[in-house]
């Protein structure tokens, strides 16, 4: 099994910036692609951006600009600067993290609990 722990959400205003990180923790694993994902209230759950093992990222049109995605492959941990914040850009933000499990030889996709963000106008 795999973890993650996403820290990092808060309140701030527009204009702002917030920096999400997102850890993995487990044993005999090694993650391959790790991305964030928001879901705003009434709304289904949208890609962000996302990060391969080597480092080839991916953004939505939302957030291109704005947003950088980044990993530190050595700490299992990706991380989502977020500036230029706006009000629409308020979300439960999640961490997604695909993993191959060394004791089953399998890949799994995992979830983290959430961290909110919530961008004042």
């Known amino acids: 099994q795999v973890q993650l722990v996403e820290s990092g959400g808060g309140l701030v205003q527009a204009g702002g910036s917030l920096r999400l990180s997102c850890a993995a923790s487990?044993?005999?694993?090694?993650?391959?692609?790790m991305g964030w994902y928001r879901q705003a209230p009434g709304k289904q759950r949208e890609l962000v951006a996302d990060?391969?093992?080597?480092?080839?990222?991916n953004y939505a049109d939302s957030v291109k600009g704005r947003f950088t995605i980044s990993r530190d492959n050595a700490k299992n941990t990706v991380y989502l600067q977020m500036n230029s914040l706006k009000p629409e850009d308020t979300a439960v933000y999640y961490c997604?993290?695909?993993?191959?499990?060394?004791?089953?030889?399998?890949?799994?996709?995992?979830w983290g609990q959430g961290t909110q963000v919530t961008v004042s106008s």
């Open positions: 997604n993290a695909d993993a191959f499990l060394l004791k089953t030889g399998a890949s799994y996709n995992y």
């Open positions: 487990g044993s005999l694993f090694s993650i391959n692609a």
């Open positions: 990060i391969t093992s080597g480092g080839s990222t």
